[in-house]
């Protein structure tokens, strides 16, 4: 049963520390996005890359959030200096190489609850 | 601008009361349109892709339509386990990107 997976699952840290969440994409598939939800704004869309290249990041805060995928299984977010405004859910979702004129749907993974301090 | 608007925010339905959510949607050229379905506490999971107005997809109890500006996700016969929050988010053309809505949450009383 292939599934997105991340972690951690649950992280609180201090207004200013560093944090670095990881998320393992499906096997095989070759577009990763990083979202955020929160009660108020919903699920936002924060990067998504193609072939490990980053498509457009333009949903992150560009001072303090960095999107990166070292390699085709492992795609990290990371917050440096986290804020209280930073608390959220933070979401990995995978989908697969979509055909010409075709559609990808997207998988997503079980979450990281950030909670900053 | 593209955009989706889901409604109605919160409903709440008896066993066996049939009903529909409703996904309001203007974007430049659609690629898709997804539901996806969200338990408390985990991330979404995916429910169906619809690509063109008129088509129809179907799962147990739940059946998606779309029409050129909108999209209905009708549950017949809910039963408690399908209480749940409901996101709808569209792809335009051209792009990788979703737009999701503010999603509704179901509740399904036994």
């Known amino acids: 049963d292939a599934r997105v997976t991340q972690t951690p699952r649950h992280k609180v840290t201090e207004m200013g520390q560093e944090v670095t969440m990881r998320c393992q994409p499906i096997?095989?598939?070759?577009?990763v996005f990083w979202y955020r939800q929160t009660m108020m704004q919903g699920l936002e869309l924060l990067a998504y890359?193609?072939?490990?290249?980053?498509?457009?990041d333009s949903g992150m805060p560009k001072d303090r959030f960095s999107a990166e995928m070292p390699d085709a299984t492992l795609a990290t977010l990371k917050i440096q200096p986290s804020e209280p405004r930073d608390s959220a859910v933070y979401f990995c979702?995978?989908?697969?190489?979509?055909?010409?004129?075709?559609?990808?749907?997207?998988?997503f993974g079980p979450g990281t609850r950030l909670t900053v301090l | 601008e593209d955009q989706v608007t889901q409604s109605p925010e919160a409903l709440r339905l008896q066993e066996g009361e049939s009903s529909s959510l409703n996904c309001s949607y203007t974007?430049?050229?659609?690629?898709?349109l997804f539901w996806y379905r969200q338990d408390p506490g985990k991330g979404p999971e995916f429910l169906f892709t619809?690509?063109?107005a008129g088509e129809e997809k179907e799962k147990e109890r739940l059946k998606a339509t779309l029409t050129k500006k909108e999209s209905f996700l009708h549950i017949t016969a809910p039963k408690p386990e399908d209480s749940a929050t409901y996101l709808c988010?569209?792809?335009?053309?051209?792009?990788?990107?979703?737009?999701f809505g503010t999603g509704t949450r179901l509740k399904v009383l036994a």
């Open positions: 979702a995978s989908g697969p190489t979509p055909l010409s004129g075709s559609y990808n749907e997207q998988f």
């Open positions: 096997l095989g598939h070759n577009t």
């Open positions: 890359f193609r072939n490990r290249a980053p498509l457009d």
């Open positions: 974007v430049s050229g659609l690629r898709g």
């Open positions: 619809l690509y063109s």
């Open positions: 988010a569209v792809q335009a053309a051209g792009t990788y990107k979703y737009i």
